[in-house]
């Protein structure tokens, strides 16, 4: 049996936020080894504003970020293993984390596709 989508029943609140720190940690201006072995620690957290923001090279509408200034969105991840909080200056990706599918990469994430 294929392994279930979204077994930890996140909202989409929480998945689109989940996604956006799973970015911001592969990015070395945000992500940085934690002390808890495989897990990443991403700081320097951006404040949407306007329309859209930029992680690395993505483009984000702001739309699909407002759970990162969202405290209860910070302690239902935490809640289920999935990050460690520090809202909202920085969040510990734990290794579920890091690892837990969202689907919504190709979704929330706007990359330029060159030819």
Do not use: C
Not at 55 to 80: P, T, Y
């Amino acid at each position: 049996m294929p392994p279930k989508k979204n077994p930890l029943n996140l909202n989409t609140l929480q998945l689109r936020t989940l996604t956006l720190l799973q970015e911001l940690a592969r990015l070395p201006e945000h992500g940085t080894p934690a002390q808890e072995e495989g897990a990443i620690l991403v700081t320097h957290i951006p404040a949407p504003h306007g329309d859209h923001f930029h992680i690395g090279s993505a483009v984000v509408m702001s739309r699909d970020a407002s759970g990162l200034a969202n405290e209860a969105v910070w302690a239902a991840l935490q809640r289920k293993g999935l990050i460690v909080a520090n809202f909202p200056y920085a969040a510990v990706l734990t290794r579920d984390g890091i690892d837990y599918e969202t689907g919504l990469v190709e979704l929330i994430l706007q990359r330029a596709h060159h030819h």
